[in-house]
């Protein structure tokens, strides 16, 4: 009796669910993988792991005389996530920026930075940009970022990344960025660091002209309770 229930179970099994078809599920892991990678973003987080091991692999702590604000380059290469539609360039915001961010990731771990940051248990936030694009980029052509940190107040660190194309040297896009700590000072990350980094008097006319700006921007949003 528990034989024939148990065959008659398999039958019915056997007739709802189809016969495992291993082409049938290569084409929907693939279908769904595609998916995945169109529309999550997954060259980008691809490239962070690479830049993340590459950084380990050759990690090269400097100390330069000019400390924090001796400028560091980052290498790179126009790839086809960089292109936008209808023309060869590296000219739009999500690209240059996402560039200027993987060489202040270098940036922070070659001076230190980021164990400065572990010691005081405090972070870094990218709070604000200021992006002047001029020239373009040719789909595989060589650029090199460079990284400096221009001047500090109480509360953010104020970088300036240039993106040179290599073959003529010409200066494509510059970015000033304000990277601010939280949990701290910058003053208190550079008292960790092993090196002497003395604050400029006063910050670039470039710099207290964005600030400005801020400013007003900051004052607006708070009239209008945002």
């Not at 693939?30 to 490239?47: K, N, P, W």
């Not at 940036?107 to 930075?113: I, R």
């Not at 460079?146 to 509360?155: A, K, L, P, Q």
Request: hydrophobic share 40%; net charge positive.
């Amino acid at each position: 009796m528990f034989s024939t229930q148990s065959q008659t179970k398999c039958w019915v099994w056997s007739l709802s669910c189809p016969a495992f078809n291993v082409e049938t599920y290569i084409f929907w892991v693939t279908f769904f993988g595609v998916l995945v990678f169109i529309f999550c973003d997954t060259s980008f987080y691809l490239r962070s792991l690479l830049d993340w091991v590459m950084n380990i692999c050759q990690y090269k702590p400097i100390i330069g005389s000019a400390g924090i604000r001796s400028t560091h380059f980052y290498s790179g290469r126009c790839m086809t996530t960089d292109m936008q539609k209808r023309q060869s360039s590296i000219n739009c915001s999500a690209s240059f920026l996402r560039e200027c961010d993987f060489a202040f990731r270098v940036f922070t771990k070659n001076y230190g930075l980021n164990d400065a940051l572990r010691h005081l248990g405090a972070s870094l936030v990218n709070s604000s940009n200021n992006t002047k694009f001029r020239k373009s980029l040719s789909l595989l052509q060589s650029y090199t970022v460079s990284t400096r940190v221009v001047w500090w107040d109480n509360y953010s660190f104020y970088v300036e990344q240039k993106l040179v194309r290599d073959h003529d040297k010409v200066v494509c896009a510059v970015n000033f960025s304000r990277h601010t700590v939280e949990g701290a000072s910058p003053q208190d990350l550079l008292d960790v660091l092993p090196f002497c980094s003395c604050q400029p008097e006063m910050p670039p006319p470039e710099i207290a002209s964005w600030m400005v700006c801020i400013n007003v921007v900051n004052r607006e949003l708070q009239l209008a309770g945002h």
